[in-house]
């Protein structure tokens, strides 16, 4: 029997999704934050992607300086640091520091990539939708880089954990890759 779920709850029947961790602003001003509201919009060349971010957030104030922002992909390893800068907030601390993540130089973006992440996507914001209290971000990915031993045109998840945001301090992990042997 199904039984009804308030709609304030309503997401959850879709989640989880990736979790990663959003870099904006320069090398020298920096901030992450966690972050699951996203996904591809469009896959071929250029490949975008839609990120839903409330304004009030810190990165975002940094995202909107340069219009930049990397999205980087941590796994099982790097969850009690992912839970934890989701957790605070970067205005007033140093949250790479606090943290134990090491910001290094992007590719083609100021913000920086977090160095112990399995994977990352270099944006430009190439749009802006407002919707009450979030912006919807349609971005552009102009350079990607993924670990090889990791990925091979998807994530190896026998090999990779993707971390998968369930509420809370609650999480799931990617853990097998299953194949349908249908039409295709």
């Keep these: 029997m199904k039984k009804d779920v308030p709609l304030n709850q309503a997401k959850w029947i879709i989640e989880p999704g990736c979790v990663v961790l959003v870099t904006g602003g320069t090398m020298e001003h920096a901030n992450v934050m966690t972050f699951s509201w996203q996904t591809p919009i469009h896959t071929s060349d250029p490949c975008m992607v839609l990120l839903v971010v409330n304004r009030v957030r810190y990165t975002y104030e940094l995202i909107r300086q340069n219009n930049e922002l990397a999205i980087n992909v941590p796994g099982e390893n790097l969850l009690e640091q992912t839970h934890r800068v989701g957790m605070v907030t970067g205005r007033g601390i140093d949250k790479f520091a606090e943290s134990g993540l090491t910001p290094v130089a992007a590719n083609v973006i100021q913000p920086p990539l977090i160095e112990q992440c399995a994977g990352h996507l270099e944006c ?25 031993e990791y990925f091979d045109g998807a994530w190896i998840p026998e090999k990779f954990h993707t971390l998968h945001y369930m509420h809370g301090n609650k999480y799931g992990l990617l853990t097998r890759r299953v194949e349908a042997h249908g039409m295709r």
Aim: glycine share 4%; aromatic share 0%; net charge negative.
């Design 124 to 148: 430009r914001v190439i749009e802006i939708h407002g919707v009450e209290t979030h912006d919807l971000l349609i971005c552009e990915v102009v350079h990607a880089s993924a670990e090889e």
